[in-house]
């Protein structure tokens, strides 16, 4: 069976926007937010604390995934990654929100590239409350092998904000247990550094996008984002602190990540109305 096959298979998902998860969020951003109330908004990229996936101990890899088949195609490649995602916010959710996820495999090409064969997945999610869609997300995984890293490329240095991330084992432990994510490259460190061959604890790709997120938040409380996009570029450590990004720039705001040395981890762009 091809992993082509794989391209139409779909699943669907309910859950409820909980209070629980959003005030435990908040305090791991460091946010004075009040205590969230039935009927608040749920504030963009926070639905990723919903709709988890809850694998058995059984089911679970050496390195914590979830082992390969299901939903995604069972790539027989060592390391699977978030590459990015391109998100439409039609309306919020809010806390107490009954929701609906239908996910749907749209797209899947494999290639070659400087570290050897690469499979590329795409997976868009559709969640809907009671008056319709709320949140449209494709959401893009790349699965390659141990190899050399991408080259790095230094970030811009016209930013117009800039807030600088302890990044922590705590950060990135807290990070896992609210996402349920038992990939052991970001909260075990032996095994990061001696299996996998990373320098360090690996921040999430997806925290990462959440500070930048958050960082537009606290620039522009009353923003309303419509649409946000985000690429990783290279990974970043708990090595060091670094820094996320943003620009305004009329109705759009670029934001992006830099680790210590001024190499660039992350580009993002908002659309705020």
Not at 161 to 186: K, M, P
Request: proline share 9%; with cysteine.
């Amino acid at each position: 069976m091809s992993v082509a096959d794989w391209i139409g298979k779909t699943e669907r998902r309910s859950d409820i926007v909980t209070a629980g998860p959003v005030a435990a969020l908040s305090a791991t951003l460091d946010r004075e937010d009040p205590p969230p109330q039935p009927g608040d908004p749920l504030p963009p990229l926070w639905h990723w604390l919903f709709f988890l996936d809850r694998h058995r101990a059984s089911e679970l890899g050496s390195d914590g995934h979830a082992r390969r088949g299901g939903l995604l195609p069972p790539v027989p490649l060592p390391r699977r990654m978030w590459a990015g995602s391109r998100f439409e916010f039609h309306r919020p959710l809010r806390i107490g929100d009954q929701m609906t996820r239908e996910t749907r495999v749209i797209d899947i090409k494999e290639k070659s590239g400087r570290s050897g064969p690469l499979v590329f997945v795409v997976v868009r999610h559709e969640i809907t409350n009671a008056a319709g869609l709320a949140v449209a997300e494709e959401h893009d995984i790349v699965y390659r092998d141990h190899g050399p890293a991408a080259p790095v490329q230094p970030a811009p240095a016209n930013a117009a904000w800039e807030r600088t991330i302890q990044a922590d084992d705590v950060l990135l432990f807290r990070y896992s247990a609210l996402t349920f994510n038992a990939h052991r490259i970001h909260y075990d460190r032996r095994y990061a550094t001696e299996v996998e061959g990373y320098p360090g604890l690996v921040v999430h790709g997806p925290l990462i996008a959440t500070l930048l997120m958050d960082l537009l938040r606290r620039q522009q409380p009353t923003a309303n984002v419509v649409r946000f996009s985000f690429r990783a570029v290279s990974p970043l450590f708990d090595t060091a602190p670094f820094v996320v990004c943003g620009k305004p720039e009329g109705n759009k705001t670029q934001l992006w990540a830099k680790d210590a040395a001024g190499n660039l981890a992350m580009t993002a762009e908002a659309l705020v109305r």
